[in-house]
């Protein structure tokens, strides 16, 4: 590998972030604000893209901006592993920029300058986070991600809202403290924090129980925005968050900022040979494979449909953990190509989530029974992403489990592979429900849902996309619906120029589940929402089944490899 000093990785970041006062002053020109956002958000991609040449080809581009002490450095550095993340990141803001213009239009939100802004940040923060250099830097832009975020999982402003975001503070601020603490020891135990492919010498060679002191501190801190149990719960409750929020952020940018970080621990910290010697390995993958079934089993539990995509979510997380702690080749590309794999995936499907609940103001599963007359597009990218979650061929879900699969296989992990197989069951329990009854059931007669009942099921917590318990039995509308606001002071007036809802039910007192009559049938053509929506919807679909058919032409894949083939001492 060669280092090449460029100012690239540091414009990348920086893009977004000069973008923040400019998106701010155009509030009151709400058209010009979301152009100057899409600009800024294709700048940023082509920025990253930029450097996917060089890096396939061995270079890694490094920006260094400040000394602070021998070992102690603030630098960027755009090698294979961060640019998987920058460039996943960087292209995925394009398509919700899009989503969001439809969704915070559709349903006339307050505040959507700072939800914008918020979001700028946002991604200056998780680009930061995949180009740093070392444990110093991506610390700092880890945390930075946690501040530029709270305004987002709190838009709604409600107690709930502000409750889910009292929690994720706690947690992140703490995974946060545990990372720092973890970085500290590092340094005096070596004398550096600077990510090295393999490992840090010196690490290998230092006391043992110091050692795994520091892989507990930086796994358990990284893990909590990973969502492994037992440190997941603040991630069900941010989905309170607007959807597209849900999307990008908590499929995306926040939580794989947390397996990005095992990810630099397990590779370019610990090494996978002082990993297997220090005997951290497995304990890892146990946490994993426990974290995968058991967010799989109460997924299925959730009536809500963003509850239950968020549980999806912690055991899809816990498949790219439990790839990275095999140590194994063929688990490490699985786990690292299910990054990308995973965001296509979920995010397709929080935007479905997203559309259903603009056009229907429906939230629940069991509202849904033959919604997919209503919304026949938006369902069938959902089928998709579902199947591809469930690891069915064609989508990317099955290229990167069977990847994960077999290198369980291949080192003797035959536990671990049953444990991804009946993942992939339960996948397919609580996913296909909702496209079956979409499409072959009707509002009159349908089966209940879930398939498992409990108390703790979707309508006991705080509600996607706002709104509580109380509200939602008393018959009241949610806190995101058109008339949430009245008496609320909506700065952003110009919100709906330009804009014509196609769904005259959405404004007619309807809230939640089919009108009187059934669901009105809306067609293939594109008449059940705007596509601002269903553009990024099946523009997020077609990626996940690109890269499931052809993956190493979507180009991620060779990413993967080039990231893993540059590890000594892995094989197969």
Request: with cysteine; aromatic share 8%; proline share 5%.
């Amino acid at each position: 590998m060669t280092d090449v000093a460029s100012l690239r990785p540091l414009f990348a970041v920086l893009v977004s972030a000069v973008a923040i006062p400019v998106i701010l002053s155009l509030r009151s020109r709400p058209n010009v604000r979301e152009g100057v956002t899409v600009v800024v958000a294709a700048t940023k991609f082509a920025l990253v893209a930029s450097m996917v040449p060089g890096v396939l080809a061995g270079t890694t581009y490094v920006t260094r901006i400040g000394e602070f002490g021998d070992g102690v450095s603030i630098a960027l550095r755009a090698d294979a592993l961060g640019l998987l993340f920058a460039l996943l990141a960087s292209l995925l803001w394009i398509v919700t920029s899009f989503y969001s213009i439809g969704y915070m239009r559709g349903l006339d939100e307050h505040a959507q300058t700072r939800y914008f802004a918020s979001f700028a940040a946002s991604l200056a923060s998780a680009v930061g986070v995949a180009f740093g250099a070392n444990l110093v830097t991506l610390f700092i832009f880890y945390e930075l991600l946690t501040v530029s975020t709270y305004p987002l999982v709190t838009h709604d402003e409600s107690d709930e809202a502000r409750a889910a975001g009292r929690k994720y503070l706690t947690y992140t601020f703490g995974g946060g403290v545990a990372v720092l603490g973890g970085t500290a020891l590092v340094y005096v135990l070596t004398g550096t924090t600077a990510f090295t492919p393999g490992g840090i010498e010196a690490l290998a060679t230092a006391d043992p129980t110091l050692a795994r002191a520091v892989f507990v501190l930086l796994a358990g801190g990284f893990g909590v925005k990973a969502a492994l149990m037992p440190v997941h719960s603040w991630l069900p409750d941010a989905m309170v968050a607007p959807t597209p929020v849900s999307g990008l952020l908590h499929a995306v940018a926040v939580v794989k900022s947390g397996v990005f970080g095992i990810a630099r621990v397990v590779l370019d910290v610990f090494g996978t040979e002082t990993m297997a010697e220090l005997g951290v390995a497995l304990p890892l993958a146990a946490v994993a494979a426990i974290t995968l079934l058991t967010a799989s089993v109460i997924a299925l539990r959730q009536d809500n449909l963003k509850r239950r995509l968020a549980y999806s979510t912690i055991s899809q997380l816990s498949y790219i953990v439990l790839g990275l702690a095999l140590l194994k080749g063929d688990a490490l590309v699985g786990g690292l190509l299910h990054i990308p794999a995973h965001a296509f995936m979920k995010l397709t499907l929080f935007f479905c989530a997203g559309a259903i609940h603009v056009e229907t103001h429906t939230d629940d599963i069991s509202d849904m029974a033959g919604i997919g007359d209503r919304m026949p597009l938006t369902m069938a990218a959902f089928a998709v992403a579902a199947a591809g979650m469930a690891g069915i061929p064609l989508v990317a879900g099955f290229v990167s489990k069977w990847y994960i699969v077999i290198g369980a296989l291949d080192g003797g992990g035959l536990v671990f592979a049953a444990a991804l197989l009946v993942s992939g069951v339960l996948n397919i329990a609580y996913f296909w429900p909702i496209v079956y009854q979409a499409y072959f059931e009707s509002p009159e007669g349908h089966d209940e849902k879930p398939l498992v009942t409990a108390p703790i099921g979707g309508r006991g917590g705080p509600r996607a996309d706002g709104g509580s318990v109380a509200t939602a039995e008393g018959g009241a509308h949610d806190a995101h619906d058109v008339d949430a606001h009245d008496g609320h002071d909506n700065p952003d007036d110009d919100a709906h120029d330009g804009h014509d809802n196609p769904d005259d039910d959405a404004h007619d007192g309807h809230h939640g589940g089919p009108p009187t009559g059934g669901w009105e049938v809306r067609g293939w053509r594109g008449a059940e929402s705007t596509w601002f929506m269903l553009g990024p919807i099946l523009t997020a679909a077609s990626l996940a089944v690109l890269l499931g058919v052809v993956p190493r032409t979507v180009v991620f894949l060779r990413i993967v490899e080039t990231a893993v083939e540059s590890l000594p001492g892995v094989v197969g």
